[in-house]
């Protein structure tokens, strides 16, 4: 989390929030396996690799629930769902974090920052010019072989009262709270995960779940409780904490038909460390 203390209040309000569009099926075959061969030799493991990679992928229908006919590979993507799927992606892109830090790259003649999870990534300067713009599409679009999401892609000015999306959390400047003129880098939990978080709840409470004891229902949902909150727990989470616990409560009550036993309910809203 050190990134989100120190970039953002540096000066580097000005932010790249990139979009890669469908990641994992564009990633060309032979640029990853160059990157695997860069740290892997046994020519077992590179070719067990190539057949993971070249498996044919089925699918079921969205509506019928049937088998699809099997889809061959061609030459590009990493079959989502796969167990060694997200560390292919991640070799993958780890070239781009290289070129980025390299002297030839935006972190020294640009004194920009990268911050990246798997194909998330933004990066932070003090000013967004063309010279970063021709870079990034050169390099993953050019060089990497991937495209980037013009739609959704865009640059976030955190000084001028803008808000990002990254990560699950929104980061953006507020006023100071005591009135003054100041400002200050508020971070908290996003809308859509907030929405998550509330139709898991709902989903834990539900009628499909009314076959569960109620300390079983409160214990499950202290650990998914506990789980959000350490994850959240950087910025100022306390009142989107207060209202999820509230959330969770009122489900308790109104679809468990029963009022939860004192020491359970204060379970669900102190056990989770909120």
Not at 28 to 56: F, Y
Not at 213 to 232: A, C, E, H
Not at 250 to 268: D, I, W
Request: aromatic residues 10%; proline residues 5%; hydrophobic residues 35%.
């Amino acid at each position: 989390m050190r990134w989100k203390k120190s970039a953002p209040t540096s000066g580097r309000t000005a932010v790249y929030d990139a979009d890669l569009k469908s990641y994992f099926d564009t990633i060309p075959h032979d640029k990853l396996l160059a990157c695997v061969r860069m740290r892997i030799a046994d020519r077992g493991v590179l070719e067990l690799i190539r057949g993971w990679l070249r498996a044919p992928v089925i699918e079921t229908d969205g509506k019928t629930g049937k088998p699809q006919p099997p889809r061959k590979s061609d030459g590009k993507g990493t079959p989502q769902g796969g167990v060694i799927s997200p560390l292919l992606a991640n070799i993958y892109l780890h070239w781009f974090d290289v070129m980025f830090h390299r002297e030839s790259g935006p972190r020294h003649w640009a004194n920009a920052r990268l911050v990246r999870y798997a194909d998330d990534f933004v990066v932070m300067a003090r000013y967004q010019g063309h010279r970063i713009d021709e870079w990034l599409d050169a390099k993953l679009e050019g060089w990497l072989g991937l495209s980037i999401n013009r739609e959704k892609t865009k640059v976030v000015n955190l000084d001028q009262a803008e808000s990002l999306d990254f990560l699950g959390f929104t980061f953006r400047y507020d006023l100071d709270l005591f009135g003054s003129d100041k400002t200050y880098l508020n971070v908290t939990p996003s809308k859509k995960s907030l929405k998550k978080a509330r139709d898991a709840i709902r989903e834990e409470t539900g009628a499909k779940k009314c076959y569960k004891p109620t300390p079983i229902v409160v214990k499950d949902l202290n650990t998914f409780l506990r789980g959000l909150s350490n994850y959240f727990e950087f910025g100022y989470p306390r009142k989107a904490f207060r209202d999820l616990s509230h959330y969770a409560r009122k489900r308790m009550v109104t679809q468990r038909g029963e009022v939860p036993h004192q020491s359970l309910l204060r379970a669900t809203t102190h056990a989770s460390g909120w």
